[in-house]
């Protein structure tokens, strides 16, 4: 070798990369390993094709020659039972061929061919075939099976026996049977596998269970060379077949069967084997590259991951991946570095709840403010109309049966007013006006008093009220006001009409009550939202949203929750959920037996 060839190669080898160097070495290795293997893999294939389809036709042989031999042994048996009996003696002695016919015929199959000829071979009855004189006869009625071909006919196969009368030898008498489709159809119902039947008669091809396409193609075929014990194979009408010729006992004309079992199916295997080669090969050079970079990130992308990491850290990402956990200096890094990334994503989201937190305050404040003006403004005209209202009262009829209304448009200014001083203290819990609450004589009266408007808007209402809710410790008018906000939401989510659904419900926790409506639901991108201050998809002034903030925050005084579910286009469930409180027995007699569900519509 001159000196010159390796610090050539080394010199190139330095001008490469590591990811470079290994994909040519895997991409060597790939191809001189997958290759060859994949070769070897289809030439195995095919010859197990091979071997296979010569199992199957040596089975199917032995069948085939088992069904020869027994078929002729039954030929045999009704021709010595014919030429025995008394009756064709008497019929031969007479010359009566008719009667001799009717004798042979009797007791067997429509398919079945009988004969009868004298010495001279002169054929008495059944078809004309040419059978020799009484020398050769002789020779050939030894019980025998005979095949006789047949011009313009299917060939013949004749059990022959010698017939005798008291005066000698007068002839032969035989029982046979055409060889034809309807015989090779019947010989396959014997042979196990796949195989089709071709038969042969001299060498002339007589019929097939092949298809007709293949049957006339191999008419084309000179099958005169094709011998006995024969084993080959041959392309027909497009598919592969593994051969075999057998060749059937017989005196007479030789009888060949030729067996055909298709391996098309099985040689495309070694076939695909073959195509995807060049196929494999690229998959093997892929596969290289795909290596040299396996190798190529372990060894230099933990350092670009770092890299990467930081980067983003600076961004104010704090997920970005790291490289895995290692013995060695690249792993004491990444461990310093994650410490340093969760203390900074610690510390900033420290500083992002303070800055919530304080925004929130901001929101309240901001509510106080508002609520306070609000309340100036609002309480002077609810305390005039409360004083006509009373003054209306005291002038009215005690027995004016709209007296009722009266009363709870008093009852109702009242709550507005209690409404307005409590708006700053949402978020605290209720307990210094709690006291034992029946959620469905509530729910009954949120509904009482929504009816005319619910009536209005074309809002059929359904109530289900589970009997024997037990009472909860709640504000009453919280409680109330919470569910007079679901209802007023459900009534503007349903400008044209709808169904509003109200239920309650109790299990071993809390006590449960419903509000779900069929209007236009709520978007995923506003459900978060919707429990915010001033946050409404109401349009134009219609809501300040306030309403669910503030029911919200009286659920939560209660150490309750809302649940809300929505799909747009199919409606809105807010489930308000409160947890249950142990009563005194004397709070509980006589209220299991009032609550009853009840249909409003």
């Not at 592969?240 to 098309?264: D, E, K, N």
């Amino acid at each position: 070798m001159p000196r010159w060839t390796l610090p050539r190669f080394s010199s190139l080898s330095r001008g490469l990369s590591l990811r470079t160097k290994v994909f040519f070495l895997f991409a060597g290795a790939a191809l001189l390993i997958v290759v060859p293997t994949l070769v070897l893999i289809a030439r195995a294939v095919e010859a197990r094709v091979y071997e296979r389809a010569v199992g199957e036709l040596a089975r199917a042989d032995t069948a085939l020659a088992s069904n020869w031999r027994d078929r002729g042994e039954v030929l045999l048996y009704d021709a010595i039972a014919r030429a025995v009996a008394p009756e064709l003696r008497e019929a031969w002695l007479e010359g009566d061929e008719r009667r001799m016919g009717r004798v042979l015929r009797s007791r067997l199959d429509r398919d079945r061919i009988v004969l009868a000829a004298d010495t001279a071979g002169n054929v008495l009855v059944g078809p004309e075939v040419e059978i020799g004189a009484l020398d050769s006869l002789r020779t050939a009625a030894d019980g025998t099976v005979v095949t006789f071909p047949q011009e313009g006919g299917a060939p013949i196969r004749l059990a022959l026996w010698v017939a005798a009368t008291d005066s000698g030898v007068a002839g032969v008498v035989g029982v046979g049977t055409r060889l034809g489709a309807s015989a090779l159809r019947d010989w396959k119902k014997d042979v196990t596998g796949p195989a089709d039947i071709a038969l042969m008669v001299g060498d002339s091809l007589i019929a097939s269970t092949l298809p007709d396409s293949v049957h006339e193609e191999l008419l084309e075929r000179d099958l005169g060379r094709v011998r006995a014990g024969s084993i080959g194979r041959e392309k027909l009408g497009g598919d592969s077949y593994q051969f075999m010729a057998v060749s059937l006992p017989t005196h007479g004309t030789a009888v060949t069967v030729l067996l055909f079992r298709p391996i098309t199916n099985e040689l495309r295997i070694a076939t695909g084997i073959r195509s995807s080669l060049l196929g494999v090969g690229f998959a093997a050079l892929i596969l290289a590259l795909v290596l040299a970079l396996v190798v190529a990130r372990i060894v230099s992308r933990p350092a670009q991951v770092l890299v990467e990491a930081s980067s983003r850290l600076a961004r104010g990402d704090y997920r970005a991946p790291l490289p895995p956990p290692s013995g060695d200096e690249i792993g004491v890094l990444t461990r310093a570095f994650a410490e340093m990334r969760s203390a900074i994503a610690e510390r900033e989201a420290r500083l992002r709840s303070a800055q919530a937190e304080m925004i929130h305050r901001e929101k309240l404040a901001a509510m106080g403010r508002l609520v306070a003006q609000l309340s100036h403004e609002i309480n002077n005209p609810i305390y005039n109309i409360q004083n006509c209202l009373e003054a209306l009262e005291r002038r009215g009829d005690p027995n004016d049966p709209n007296r009722e209304f009266l009363l709870l448009a008093q009852e109702e200014l009242s709550r507005m007013a209690a409404l307005t001083r409590r708006m700053l203290e949402h978020s605290r819990p209720l307990s210094d006006a709690a006291a034992p609450l029946k959620l469905n004589t509530t729910v009954q009266r949120v509904l009482a008093l929504a009816a005319p408007e619910l009536a209005d808007r074309g809002v059929k209402v359904e109530a289900w009220l589970e009997r024997r809710l037990p009472p909860v410790v709640a504000h009453p008018d919280a409680i109330q006001q919470v569910l007079a906000n679901l209802v007023n939401n459900a009534m503007d989510a349903m400008p044209g009409g709808g169904v509003l659904r109200v239920s309650t419900r109790v299990d071993a926790d809390a006590v449960e009550v419903s509000v779900e409506d069929t209007g236009s639901g709520i978007t995923e991108e506003q459900l978060p939202h919707i429990f915010e201050a001033f946050y409404t998809t109401k349009p134009g002034v219609r809501g300040l949203g306030l309403g669910l903030f503030v029911s919200e925050g009286i659920i939560r005084g209660h150490r309750g929750r809302i649940v809300v579910e929505s799909r747009p286009g199919e409606g809105s469930r807010f489930t308000v959920r409160l947890p249950r409180e142990t009563l005194d027995e004397t709070l509980a007699v006589g209220e299991r037996e009032e609550e009853a569900s009840a249909v409003v519509g």
